[in-house]
């Protein structure tokens, strides 16, 4: 049995992006009381309907100016207007993965605020280990090989990122982390027989904190067809849903429609039971880490 590190009584932190995605719930949900469509505040602001639709999904941040014209058309008063600008003011913190800018890209900085407040994630990897299980080396050699290749400066960068973002599971609030992972994410050569070797080395070690679930599914036990790598990001707060995070070639998703949610969530159970338990999965990746 896993126990969190997580202490009873503790102030819950919030990440300036958790804030701004429950302002852009807020505004979605009063556009919808006051009976009103994103096509119609688009002209009452004259705004375009895709920064309506950005404002309310959290990947643009309204201004203080802007938010009390808003608020003034849905019909908001005082005191409920100084609360919502207290909100709006609280979202625009920076949180240190902004100092990177244009090396994370939107998506992928929205979802490491996002990894920030989460009190867990659930992840299945099949191709690489998971980045917060990650040795530098290793995330140095995966960063080498991505398509299109990477300049030198970038995955410098990258590689501090990822290893900014493992503190999560070694700060006094620590994320409970349950990763599965596919026998082939331990078995393909990313990187050196020594790389390799510690990385799984690394991989035990992690496996022992308290808040960290390891399991792997070895070839043996089938694959599931049609999954790629994808996290559940779970949260403390009833009012935050989970969300799920996709990482591809072609763009990161940001997956909140609950149905789909949903689907990832009953998907990642059943691999669970096509995974070897904690014990299996422990000897699979020694075995395989003195092959090296």
């Given amino acids: 049995m896993h126990e969190s590190f997580q202490e009873k009584g503790m102030a819950v932190r919030q990440s300036p992006s958790v804030r701004a995605r429950q302002l852009a719930r807020e505004l979605r949900g009063l556009r919808t009381r006051a009976g009103v469509t994103i096509d119609q505040v688009a002209a009452e602001m004259k705004w375009s309907t895709a920064k309506v639709s950005r404002i309310e999904t959290a990947y643009t941040l309204i201004t203080v100016a802007d938010l009390h014209r808003l608020l003034a058309f849905y019909g908001v ?13 609280a979202a625009r913190e920076r949180g240190w993965w902004e100092t990177y800018g244009e090396t994370l890209g939107e998506r992928y900085a929205a979802f490491i605020g996002l990894e920030a407040d989460a009190q867990a994630m659930h992840s299945y990897r099949v191709a690489i280990i998971h980045g917060l299980l990650q040795t530098a080396d290793y995330t140095r050699a995966c960063m080498m090989a991505s398509v299109p290749a990477l300049p030198p400066g970038e995955v410098d960068r990258q590689v501090e990122i990822r290893l900014k973002r493992q503190a999560r599971l070694r700060s006094l609030e620590a994320m409970e982390l349950f990763a599965v992972l596919d026998e082939g994410a331990l078995r393909r050569r990313i990187a050196d027989d020594g790389v390799m070797r510690d990385q799984l080395e690394y991989l ?36 935050y849903p989970d969300i799920v995070y996709i990482e591809q070639m072609g763009g990161s998703l940001i997956i909140e429609d609950e149905s789909q949610v949903f689907r990832y969530t009953s998907a990642f159970e059943k691999i669970c039971g096509n995974a070897l338990d904690e014990t299996g999965s422990r000897d699979l990746i020694a075995r395989i880490a003195r092959a090296y």
């Fill in 77 to 89: 008063e005082e005191p409920a207007v100084e609360r919502y600008v207290r909100l709006a003011r």
């Fill in 204 to 239: 035990l070690e992690a496996g022992k904190l308290s808040n960290v679930r390891i399991l792997v599914v070895p070839f043996d036990n089938g694959y599931p067809g049609g999954l790629t790598d994808f996290s559940v990001l779970k949260f403390q707060e009833p009012e």
